[in-house]
């Protein structure tokens, strides 16, 4: 107990203990001691209950207990709790700062801020921003469902994923189909998410001029490419034998440009493409086998090489697309395992899916790297690209087509024991092979 209240309640303890005492000798004067002790004692509760009704009136009608000079128990509970509202009226102004500044900095964001109710998805609060990206009104917008508001957008089913939903990169927003919007939904609590909306037109638009440009110069670079290729073909070496590790190094280059400007189109094309350009049934056990043909032929036998398919199934999609997907990891392989080491290729189920890996002894990749080891360009060792002839495309077209299979691809690595390339299919393109017929051989 603090000193200042056991000095109160000593102080208000002592004043029972002489008003007891008066009514006592008041008693004995009269001859009636135990009427005048009762008399005493019912006046003290009297008291008692006369300053606890004034505090409960005053806490129940907000009233703040006004400051007072006495030092008993009750003048100390009502300093007690006028010091307790002041600091909860202290503590209420800086939240209600807090709150302004806070609803000041969102009014203040050039993006979209909506709370939405966890369980019924209804609007809870939006800034102004989402009035101009996503079109809500305030108040007729305020708890009301926010699917049913954004049904233009049909983003009910992506609300009901919750913690699960992937944001949505490129969507038309409700007010023009001009406006295109990221979405992405931020679950903070256990009863409120937030829904965040950034304008990406202008993005979309660079990287569609990026896109655009790419194609145009990589296609145009094709014909000049073509006729330099051609006169180094025509020029012989054994004529001119000073020359010959010239042309040998500008048939190189020639070569590694006219790749680059192929996988250029090819990446071009793809990004292009809202879905897989032919559905069709793919026979894995011809894919894999070809896919072992041209590592015998790039590895030239200085590599230990298995394919394995312990599937029994067949996927379905583009052959020319997964072909060149799968080609590209097995080449990579390849091209950065030294010589005596081994690439193992297997296709097997997983659940109801299935999946295709690529694994390797090779050099191995930092796990720094791993995050961008798909974008395009990006190389791990410049020195070991230039050495190995990659254009620095075959992972970017690997997960574009992945992309377009509704695939994904995972990468294991660990410096120094290889890596592990693997693509992952669902069920919705894993078709059941098809048995051979009576008589076919292997």
């Known amino acids: 107990m603090p000193p200042r209240a056991r000095s109160a309640w000593t102080r208000t303890l ?45 806490l129940t009608s907000r009233q703040r207990p006004r400051a007072t000079d006495g030092r008993g128990v009750w003048n100390a509970l009502e300093q ?63 708890g009301l469902p926010l699917g049913e508001r954004l049904q233009a957008m049909q983003v009910s089913h992506w609300l009901a994923a919750g913690r699960n939903a992937e944001p949505l990169l490129d969507a038309p927003s409700p007010v023009s ?20 909306a950034r304008d ?8 569609q001029v990026r896109r655009d440009f790419v194609a145009n110069v990589s296609h145009e670079l094709r014909t000049p490419l073509t006729v330099v290729h051609g006169y180094l073909d025509m020029l012989d070496p054994a004529e001119q034998p000073d020359w010959a590790p010239m042309l040998r190094e500008m048939q190189l280059q020639s070569q590694r440009m006219t790749q680059l400007v192929e996988d250029l189109l ?25 896919l072992r043909r041209e590592a015998e032929a790039l590895s030239q036998g200085r590599h230990a090489i298995s394919v394995e398919d312990v599937a029994g199934v067949d996927l379905r999609g583009s052959v020319k697309e997964l072909h060149s997907a799968f080609s590209n990891l097995v080449s990579n392989a390849v091209r950065y395992t030294p010589a005596g080491g081994h690439i193992d ?15 390797d002894s090779g050099y191995g990749i930092p796990a720094a790297h791993l995050p961008r080891i798909t974008e395009r ?33 995972e990468i294991a690595s660990e410096v120094g024991r ?8 669902g069920v919705d393109r894993v078709l059941s092979r098809d048995p051979a017929p009576i008589g076919a051989t292997a």
């Open 345 to 359: 290729v297997r296709f097997e189920r997983e659940g109801d899916g299935a999946v295709l890996s690529v694994r």
């Open 177 to 196: 189909p001009d406006i295109r919007l990221s979405l992405r939904l931020i679950p903070y609590s256990h009863e409120y998410w937030l829904l965040v």
């Open 377 to 409: 360009f990006y190389r791990v060792s410049t020195s070991r690209s230039r050495e190995t002839g990659g254009t620095g495309l075959g992972l970017a077209i690997v997960k574009h087509v992945l992309n377009l299979h509704q695939a994904r691809l």
């Open 200 to 207: 990406v037109t202008k993005m979309m638009r660079l990287e």
């Open 80 to 142: 007690q709790l006028r010091q307790s509202q002041e600091d909860m009226r202290a503590r209420k102004r800086r939240l209600v700062a807090m709150l302004r500044a806070y609803r000041a900095v969102a009014a203040a964001l050039p993006d979209a801020v909506v709370v939405i109710e966890r369980n019924s998805q209804r609007v809870q609060w939006f800034n102004p921003a989402a009035t101009h990206l996503l079109g809500l009104r305030h108040p007729r917008d305020v």
């Open 418 to 425: 290889g890596s592990t390339f693997s693509c992952h299919f």
């Open 14 to 58: 002592g004043q029972l203990a002489l008003v007891l005492a008066l009514a006592l000798a008041i008693g004995l004067l009269a001859g009636r001691v135990w009427p005048a002790l009762a008399i005493a004692a019912l006046g003290i509760v009297a008291w008692h209950y006369w300053r606890l009704r004034r505090v409960l009136d005053r």
């Open 266 to 290: 090819t990446l071009s094309r793809l990004e292009a493409q809202d879905g897989v350009a032919i559905d069709e049934a793919i026979s894995m056990g011809s894919m894999l086998a070809t």
